[in-house]
């Protein structure tokens, strides 16, 4: 089992559409969360951490899961400029010991 | 604020020619700093991190090898590139006592023809 895992995707949706991605990880003892977005050729950037009790930033919510040891991320609205790759990000360790894994990516289009 | 310069953005080099990759960070101190490289349809692989000038962890066995002369300095280098060495390369940096992510460059697109 991957240590992070995606589903690739591509996801095609129209604009306005609301769209979910879920990300499982398999180390509970993972201690953060994020996504980071990855436009074609492009560098990632971080979109959002993710909290415990979830968390919200405009269109975009992310949710935590303990317990089922999964994250998602929720677009709202769907804009043709969220078109890109979703990593799933999570961090294990801490200080100099942090290590980051990451996912492959879920792909998104949204379309006219 | 913190940036973070890499170059060059684009890189056609012939195979058994030498590599170097520089990056560099503004506005903070004693930042870790990371070297990944995301081949074509595959994810992000952590090549080396260093946590202070002349520490150099490597995470994968290869022909690259990084040193971090200055504290906010980070390169790549390769006496001879393999094809398999091309991707895209890039540098990354985080603060350890934050819990949020990493900041990247905006990357080297390296091609070994």
């Known amino acids: 089992r991957k240590e992070v895992e995606q589903d690739p995707g591509p996801f095609n949706v129209p604009e306005g559409a609301t769209v979910a991605f879920n990300c499982t990880y398999s180390?509970?003892?993972?201690?953060?969360f994020f996504w980071y977005r990855q436009d074609c050729r492009k560098e990632p950037k971080l979109l959002m951490s993710?909290?415990?009790?979830?968390n919200e930033d405009g269109r975009f919510t992310a949710q935590l899961n303990r317990a089922s040891q999964y994250i998602s991320l929720l677009i709202r609205d769907s804009k043709l400029s969220d078109s890109a790759t979703y990593l799933c990000?999570?961090?294990?360790?801490?200080?100099?010991?942090?290590?980051?894994?990451w996912g492959l990516g879920t792909s998104l289009a949204v379309n006219p | 604020s913190q940036t973070i310069h890499q170059w060059p953005a684009t890189l056609v080099q012939p195979v058994g020619s030498p590599l170097s990759l520089e990056c560099t960070v503004e506005g903070t101190s004693n930042p870790n700093l990371y070297w990944y490289r995301q081949a074509a349809g595959r994810g992000l692989q952590l090549l080396f991190y260093s946590v202070g000038i002349g520490q150099i962890s490597s995470e994968v066995p290869q022909n690259l090898s990084a040193s971090r002369p200055q504290d906010r300095q980070f390169i790549l280098s390769s006496k001879k590139l393999l094809l398999s060495d091309s991707g895209f390369y890039l540098c990354?940096?985080?603060?350890?006592?934050?819990?949020?992510?990493?900041?990247f460059g905006s990357g080297t697109r390296l091609t070994v023809v």
């Open positions: 990000v999570v961090n294990i360790g801490s200080g100099n010991n942090r290590k980051l894994i």
């Open positions: 993710v909290y415990s009790s979830g």
């Open positions: 990354a940096w985080s603060v350890t006592d934050r819990p949020w992510g990493y900041t």
């Open positions: 180390n509970s003892a993972s201690q953060s």
